[in-house]
C-alpha cells in the first residue's frame, strides 16, 4: 500500500477548506484516509494570510516510513519549514534541435 500526503477539500462553493491527511494513493480524495494531519485555509482571514495548522510530529513520522506527499503538501510543507525546496524544471525549448547540416546554395536542400 502506497501511503501519500495530500489534500482533501471541504466546504462550500467558492470556500474551499482543506484537511492534509494521509491516505492509500488509490482511495478518492475525499474517501477514506489513515489519519488527519493538519488543515489549510486558502482564503484570507481577519489579518489578510492563510491559516494553516499541521501536526509535525505526525508528517515527520509518516515521512519516515516512506509516505509521499503530493505537490501541493510538499509547497505547504516548504513554506513550513519542514521539506527542502521542491526541485526546480527546466523548461526545453518548443521544438526539438535544430539542424545544423550545411545547405546546398543551388538548390537549398541539405
Same mark, same amino acid.
Given at each position: 500500500?502506497?501511503?501519500?500526503? @495530500?489534500?482533501?477539500?471541504?466546504?462550500? #462553493?467558492? +470556500?474551499?477548506?482543506?484537511? $492534509?491527511? *494521509?491516505?492509500? =494513493?488509490?482511495?478518492?480524495?475525499?474517501?477514506?484516509?489513515?489519519?488527519?494531519?493538519?488543515?489549510?485555509?486558502?482564503?484570507?482571514?481577519?489579518?489578510?494570510?492563510? @491559516?494553516?495548522?499541521?501536526?509535525?510530529? #505526525?508528517? +515527520?513520522?509518516?515521512?519516515? $516510513?516512506? *509516505?509521499?506527499? =503530493?505537490?501541493?503538501?510538499?509547497?505547504?510543507?516548504?513554506?513550513?519549514?519542514?521539506?527542502?525546496?521542491?526541485?526546480?524544471?527546466?523548461?526545453?525549448?518548443?521544438?526539438?534541435?535544430?539542424?545544423?547540416?550545411?545547405?546546398?546554395?543551388?538548390?537549398?536542400? $541539405?
Amino acid at each position: 500500500m502506497v501511503v501519500r500526503l @495530500r489534500l482533501s477539500r471541504l466546504g462550500c #462553493r467558492n +470556500k474551499p477548506f482543506y484537511r $492534509v491527511m *494521509a491516505a492509500d =494513493s488509490r482511495s478518492p480524495r475525499d474517501g477514506k484516509h489513515l489519519e488527519i494531519l493538519g488543515y489549510y485555509n486558502p482564503l484570507p482571514g481577519q489579518d489578510g494570510g492563510k @491559516r494553516m495548522g499541521i501536526n509535525f510530529d #505526525r508528517i +515527520k513520522y509518516w515521512l519516515s $516510513v516512506g *509516505a509521499q506527499p =503530493s505537490e501541493p503538501v510538499q509547497r505547504l510543507l516548504f513554506r513550513a519549514g519542514l521539506l527542502p525546496p521542491p526541485p526546480m524544471v527546466a523548461m526545453g525549448r518548443k521544438g526539438g534541435p535544430r539542424d545544423t547540416r550545411p545547405v546546398h546554395p543551388m538548390t537549398g536542400r $541539405v
